[in-house]
């Protein structure tokens, strides 16, 4: 397996030495081989990591070939520490995201796969694993604020900004836990130890049982089905049995979809036009009236707004990685890269808005910095997408609205979109998905209301 080192030049140009060692059976001895390659200029970062897997992949055949295919072919290695391998791999060459899922799906072949040597693995234990997970259920442990931290702040002189520079928590964390919303149990116990307070006095823990649905199954299959087609190409296992060929489809529960109708979408938008709250209002809004993720709402800038032709840039995300913190990242797709409408009445709340944030960015000064975000926390830092959810949480509750989360308001505006009539492609592109099939199967529920609205339409044509 190719080892891949990542180094940036002094001109600025990313490097990456690319590693291949092996042994030869007809000498008894290993052989390495190494080369280096440099990230083209026109290239985005997922076009890039791309790029590099396929040269990776490409200069390891390559070395197969000179050693006329006798390399060794360890047959002690365990799925898991070959598992581990490909993780270490993928830290180089795909999005931390991606990264971060395959470390936490490690975490459940753990316990299921042990010490099972990788060419061991058969379908029957793929798919007694798959099983075992959807009859399975896990307990999750949260912490819910009973104690009143804002007064013991105040009772003690404590800024909160100095508080979370203390607590090493984000600010979404910490709104979350005094909305009243369930927090990790390893951030509630970073609040009391950094705070001097006792568990007790200020948190309760809630556990909850829960099943897992059925798309966390899929993630686990995918992510066993990548392990093992990269053991394919490296010829330490003839077949890739978790795939579809040989595992029946995933049942299990897919989790319910909550959107707003049309007259509380009207309702919502109806309310945050008189929202005291800039920030509030035009985060909502836009996600309102444009769909966002909230990664991408946080990574707005003012440079993506273009009200000459009326369209807004999706360029990047913002997205909070447990143990990694807060990072910008391109779109989550490379149809998320995109540009698209806006809508009149959007327009005049932006520029509303703008003209606020000006002000606020004359009146901080130095402590803003050079941020161009639309929104940010008042030392110029990036925003946490999860403070969006308390916004509308208490946005919602002012309105007597049903309690959906901010990803619902995207599902509102493309089902919105959908039931008025305008085409699967124009909704798709307009949404970020990576195919129309994509929009198609996950609202094909609420199609059905466009069909039977388009009916109707064609009854009082031929009426």
């Known amino acids: 397996m190719a080892c891949v080192r990542k180094k940036k030049l002094n001109n600025g140009t990313i490097s990456y ?3 291949v060692k092996a042994k030869d059976l007809r000498t008894g001895q290993f052989v390495a081989k190494s080369m280096c390659w440099r990230k083209p ?4 970062e997922i076009q890039a990591k791309k790029e590099l897997l396929r040269v990776c992949l490409d200069f390891e055949d390559k070395f197969k070939k000179q050693l006329n295919g006798m ?3 360890d047959n002690d290695i365990t799925f898991i520490d070959y598992a581990e391998r490909w993780l270490e791999k993928i830290k180089n060459t795909r999005s931390l995201n991606y990264y971060v899922k395959g470390r936490d799906c490690l975490k459940k072949f753990y316990k299921y796969f042990g010490n099972i040597k990788l060419n061991q693995i058969t379908p029957v234990m793929v798919q007694g694993f798959l099983d075992d997970m959807m009859m399975k259920r896990y307990e999750k442990k949260t912490a819910r604020l009973t104690g009143d931290l804002n007064q013991y702040l105040k009772s003690h002189c404590i800024k909160q900004v100095d508080a979370l520079k203390k607590i090493g928590i984000s600010k979404s964390i910490l709104a979350s836990a005094n909305a009243g919303y369930c927090i990790r149990i390893e951030n509630a116990e970073k609040i009391c130890n950094a705070l001097g307070l006792k568990y007790d006095d200020y948190f309760t823990t809630e556990i909850q049982s829960h099943a897992y649905a059925k798309e966390t199954i899929m993630k686990l299959k995918r992510t066993l089905a990548t392990i093992l087609a990269d053991a394919k190409r490296q010829r330490l296992v003839e077949h890739n049995f978790a795939s579809r060929d040989y595992i029946a489809p995933i049942q299990g529960y897919k989790k319910e979809v909550k959107i707003l109708n049309d ?5 919502l938008a109806n309310y945050l036009h008189t929202e005291p709250n800039p920030r509030w209002k035009i985060a909502l809004l836009t996600v309102l009236f444009m769909g966002l993720r909230r990664g991408e709402l946080a990574g707005l800038e003012w440079k993506d707004i273009d009200y000459e032709n009326k369209t807004m840039t999706i360029a990047r995300s913002v997205q909070d990685i447990i143990g990694f913190g807060l990072i910008t990242k391109e779109p989550k797709t490379e149809n998320s890269k995109r540009t698209i409408s806006m809508p009149d009445k959007l327009i005049d709340y932006l520029k509303e808005y703008e003209v606020w944030w000006l002000n606020q960015k004359k009146y901080l000064g130095d402590r803003l ?6 929104f940010c926390t008042e030392d110029g830092t990036d925003i946490s997408p999860g403070l969006f959810r308390v916004w509308l949480q208490k946005t919602l509750a002012k309105v007597d609205l049903p309690k959906v989360t901010l990803h619902s308001l995207r599902h509102t505006n493309i089902t919105l979109q959908l039931v008025a009539g305008v085409d699967m492609k124009t909704v798709s592109a307009r949404a970020g998905h990576s195919k129309a099939s994509t929009t198609s199967d996950f609202y094909s529920h609420f199609i059905k209301n466009s069909d039977i609205h388009a009916s109707e339409i064609l009854n009082k044509i031929f009426e």
């Not at 200029?41 to 985005?44: A, F, G, V």
């Not at 007259?263 to 309702?267: I, T």
């Not at 910095?369 to 639309?374: A, E, Q, S």
Request: positive net charge.
């Open 17 to 19: 030495r690319i590693q």
């Open 41 to 44: 200029n026109d290239l985005t």
């Open 71 to 73: 390399l060794a072919v």
């Open 263 to 267: 007259k509380e979408a009207k309702v």
């Open 369 to 374: 910095g050079n941020t161009d975000r639309l």
